[in-house]
C-alpha cells in the first residue's frame, strides 16, 4: 500500500523574527508555524506589534532578522510570489472612493489578472455572498463602513488567494455587518483557505482555532480558545493587563447628581429630501451613562452634533445643561465636552501644548489649568511625556488624553461619539472605569458606539435606525423584554424587524 509521504509546508513559518524600526523594536524574536486552512486570530494591545506582523507576513516589511516564508517562499527573496498567493485587507483599505462598487471590484480584478467570464463568475459570487449586488453602481466613499469593509474583502478574494490576512476588518462597523463580515470568512475558511485575523473584540478571537497574544512584539501565548481557561475573554486580558498601563486617576469632587442633564423632544434633522433624525425624543439625567447605539449611517452623529450646537435642528427642541441649545448655542459649547470618534488632538502638537490649548479655550485661569494639567497627565499615563508630539502616542494613550482634555473644564455634559474604536480589550475596559468615575461625580455622559458589549456599562441605552429611536431602557430591562436574550441579539432583532 502506497502512502504519500509529501511532506506538508505550512502556510506561513516564522522563524526568530524581530523588525525594528530605528530605536524601537517592534516585533522581537517571534517564532510560530500557521498551517494551510488554519484560521488564526491575533490579539494584543495597541502598539503590540499586531500589524507589522501581519505586514511581514504579506512581505510589504522585510523582517530586521529571521526569516518569514509563505507557501514555501521566502518573504525577502521571492515577495511577488507571495504577493500572489494572498489577499491583504489593511485597517486603511485600499479602495477607490470615486469608483462604483463594481468598479472596484473590476480594478482589482485587472491587477491580479482575473478576466472576461472568469471574473464575471466571481464577481457574482463575491457580490451575492457580501450582500453587495444591490450596490452595484453606488461609488463607494457613498457606502457605509460596513459595506466598505465588506467591498474590501470581495476585493482581497477576487483572485481567489490560498491565503487571506486582515488586520482588524470590523474597526468601526455595527454589529449585524460586523456577522455579515464574519460569514464572509467562514465562507472563505470552509473553502479550504488559510486566514490570519488581527482583532480587538474578545469574541470575534473566540471564534478561531488558536488565537496569538502578541504584547510589546512578544508572543505570549497562542493556542486554541478553549486552552486559555474556562473564560476565554478573562484570561486574555490577563495576559495583556501587565503591558497596558491603567492610572488610578484622582476622583472627581462630588457634585450635584439631581435632576435632567439633556432633554430632547420630536428633534429632526434633515438634509435635503434625507432625514437624518427623525423625530426623537429622550433625557438623560446628571450622572448618567446613556447610550446610544445604531448601525452606520443612523443618525448617532448627527444628534450628538445637534446636542453640541454644530449643527442646528431642523424642527424640534433640545435642552443642555438647562439650556435651549438652539438660543444659545455659545453658552451651552460651554458646559459640555465633546470627544469625536478621531479623538479631537491636534497631532502635530505636544501633550502640554493640547492641553494648554484645549483649557485657553474652556477659559481655565492658569492656576487651575495648571492643578487639571497633572490631572490629566495622570490619566493619560503622560507624566514624563510631556513635550512628545500626540502623533507618536498610541491609540489607547491618545484615547485618554482625548478625554483628559474634554473634561478638563469639569462639564455638565460629557459626549463621547465612538470613543473606543479600534482600541484593544484593557485598554477599553480601563477607559469605561473612567467613564463611569466621570458620572458617579455628576458629569452626565451620553456615549455612541457599535460594540453591543459596551452597552452593558450604560445605565441606559437606546437602540436608533435610520434616524427613528426604537427602543430605549435599562439594558436588563431590554433583555428581559426580549425574553433573556444577549442584547447583541435584541440589536439585531430590532434592526431587522424594521428593515
Known amino acids: 500500500m502506497k502512502t504519500d509521504l509529501t511532506p506538508v509546508i505550512p502556510a506561513v513559518t516564522i522563524q526568530s523574527v524581530s523588525r525594528r524600526f530605528g530605536k524601537r523594536t517592534a516585533i522581537d524574536d517571534l517564532s510560530l508555524e500557521i498551517q494551510k486552512g488554519e484560521l488564526l486570530g491575533i490579539v494584543g494591545a495597541d502598539g503590540a506589534g ?102 474590501a474583502v470581495c476585493c ?4 481567489e488567494p490560498d491565503i487571506l490576512v486582515l488586520d482588524e476588518p470590523t474597526l468601526g462597523v455595527d454589529p449585524i455587518s460586523r456577522r455579515d463580515l464574519w460569514t464572509m470568512l467562514f465562507d472563505a475558511h470552509a473553502n479550504g483557505r488559510t486566514i490570519i485575523c488581527a482583532t480587538s473584540y474578545m469574541d470575534e478571537a473566540a471564534r478561531c482555532n488558536r488565537v496569538g497574544v502578541l504584547s510589546d512584539g512578544r508572543l505570549l501565548a497562542c493556542q486554541r480558545p478553549e486552552h486559555f481557561g474556562t473564560d476565554f475573554e478573562a484570561s486574555v486580558k490577563h495576559l495583556l493587563s501587565p503591558s ?72 424640534g427642541s433640545m435642552e443642555v445643561a438647562g439650556m435651549d441649545v438652539a438660543t444659545r448655542p455659545g453658552a451651552v459649547k460651554g458646559r459640555v465636552g465633546y470627544m469625536s470618534q478621531r ?51 498610541s491609540g489607547a494613550i491618545k484615547q485618554r488624553l482625548a478625554l483628559g482634555c474634554a473634561v478638563l473644564h469639569r462639564p455638565d455634559v460629557l459626549f463621547l461619539d465612538e470613543p473606543t474604536s479600534g482600541v484593544d480589550p484593557v485598554s477599553r475596559d480601563a477607559f469605561w472605569r473612567l467613564i463611569a468615575e466621570i458620572a458617579r461625580a455628576g458629569t452626565a455622559v451620553l456615549v455612541t458606539t457599535h460594540y453591543i458589549r459596551e452597552a452593558e456599562h450604560c445605565d441606559r441605552v437606546a437602540f436608533i435606525d435610520r434616524g427613528h429611536l426604537l427602543a430605549t431602557d435599562a439594558p436588563d430591562a431590554l433583555r428581559r423584554r426580549h425574553g433573556g436574550a444577549e442584547l447583541e441579539d435584541v440589536f439585531v432583532a430590532l434592526m431587522t424587524a424594521g428593515s
Open 50 to 151: 499586531k500589524t507589522t506582523l501581519l505586514q511581514m507576513i504579506c512581505a510589504i516589511l522585510d523582517p530586521s532578522k529571521g526569516r518569514v516564508s509563505v507557501a514555501g517562499f521566502d518573504s525577502v527573496r521571492h515577495a511577488a510570489s507571495i504577493h500572489a498567493k494572498l489577499g491583504y485587507v489593511p485597517q486603511s483599505y485600499s479602495l477607490y472612493g470615486e469608483l462604483t462598487v463594481v468598479e472596484n471590484l473590476a480594478f482589482f480584478a485587472e491587477i491580479r489578472g482575473v478576466h472576461g467570464p472568469e471574473f464575471a463568475r466571481r464577481r457574482e459570487r463575491l457580490l451575492h455572498f457580501s450582500g453587495l449586488g444591490q450596490f452595484l453602481d453606488r461609488r463607494t466613499k457613498s457606502l457605509s463602513g460596513g459595506m466598505q469593509k465588506k467591498l
Open 156 to 159: 482581497a478574494l477576487v483572485h
Open 244 to 315: 497596558v498601563s491603567i492610572p488610578r486617576t484622582p476622583v472627581f469632587s462630588p457634585r450635584e447628581v439631581v435632576g435632567e442633564a439633556i432633554r430632547v423632544v420630536e428633534l429632526t434633522r434633515r438634509f435635503g429630501a434625507f432625514t437624518a433624525v427623525d423625530h426623537i425624543n429622550f433625557t438623560v439625567a446628571r450622572g448618567e451613562v446613556f447610550g446610544l447605539l445604531g448601525p452606520n449611517g443612523s443618525g448617532k452623529s448627527t444628534t450628538i452634533k445637534m446636542l453640541t450646537g454644530i449643527l442646528p435642528a431642523s424642527t
Open 343 to 393: 479623538f479631537s488632538l491636534y497631532t502635530d502638537l505636544t501633550v502640554d501644548e493640547n492641553i494648554e490649548f484645549f483649557g485657553t479655550v474652556y477659559g481655565l485661569g492658569a492656576s487651575v489649568l495648571a492643578e487639571r494639567r497633572n490631572w490629566v497627565l495622570d490619566l493619560a499615563g503622560l507624566a514624563g511625556h510631556e513635550r512628545k508630539l500626540v502623533k507618536t502616542l
